[in-house]
């Protein structure tokens, strides 16, 4: 596809459950970037990945939150047993290398009950 | 975490009318960029400035970057329907990736 697509669109999970949302970056994009945009706020830096090295993840809430890309393609945002504060959109966005133009995807909207 | 102070937070306009909002922080970036969101959408970047004092337009936006690198304005001339939705202003740091966004400003055109 041309854009960054995101899946689930929609997760609901029970609080203590654990969910694994899954980034497809625009192909060729060295650069994968995640974010957490919660209920009427802008999107806040979670973690960034060039091709499969983690080089930053600085805005991972907690320890609870994993993140992976081991191929330097497809990524996934894992959250362990996951609490209502974790409800939020999550924004995977991708570009072609470090500082050029981020490219969003529609995000995966997760609500903890 | 930190978050840019953009203004007003919200806008009901009419068809037509011009529009304007602005975003300012306590510290400097070396990159302005403004980003359109519709509903159950990501971001989608409108414009990107890079240096001081810098006005640039795209279509009827207009955005310029403040010359003293802490703030930045976006204007929508004769806005139209499709113009709804939330704008969101970004900060990016010289050699650095990351964004830091504004709060949004949620725009509402009356016909």
């Known amino acids: 596809g041309a854009g960054v697509s995101q899946s689930p669109r929609y997760k609901v999970a029970k609080r203590g459950q654990d969910v694994a949302l899954r980034c497809d970056p625009i192909?060729?994009?060295?650069?994968l970037f995640w974010y957490q945009q919660a209920l009427g706020q802008g999107p806040e830096f979670l973690t960034y990945?060039?091709?499969?090295?983690?080089?930053?993840k600085s805005g991972l809430p907690s320890d609870r939150f994993f993140a992976e890309r081991p191929e330097g393609s497809v990524s996934t945002l894992k959250i362990q047993r996951t609490q209502q504060e974790d409800s939020a959109v999550y924004l995977c966005?991708?570009?072609?290398?470090?500082?050029?133009?981020?490219?969003f995807g529609p995000g995966t909207r997760l609500t903890v009950l | 975490g930190q978050q840019l102070n953009q203004s007003p937070q919200s806008m009901f306009i009419q068809e037509g009318e011009d529009v304007s909002m602005n975003c300012t922080s306590s510290?400097?970036?070396?990159?302005w960029l403004w980003y359109k969101q519709d509903p159950g959408e990501g971001p989608v970047l409108l414009i990107a400035?890079?240096?001081?004092?810098e006005l640039t337009s795209n279509g009827r936006l207009t955005a310029q970057f403040g010359i003293t690198r802490k703030d930045s304005f976006l204007n929508i001339s004769a806005s139209i329907p499709s113009d709804v939705g939330i704008y969101f202003c970004?900060?990016?740091?010289?050699?650095?990736?990351?964004?830091?966004f504004g709060k949004g400003t949620k725009l509402s055109v009356i016909p």
């Open positions: 510290s400097i970036f070396n990159t």
């Open positions: 192909s060729g994009h060295v650069s």
């Open positions: 400035l890079y240096k001081a004092g």
């Open positions: 990945f060039q091709n499969e090295a983690q080089l930053d």
């Open positions: 966005a991708s570009s072609l290398v470090e500082r050029s133009t981020q490219y």
């Open positions: 970004a900060g990016q740091r010289a050699g650095s990736y990351q964004l830091t």
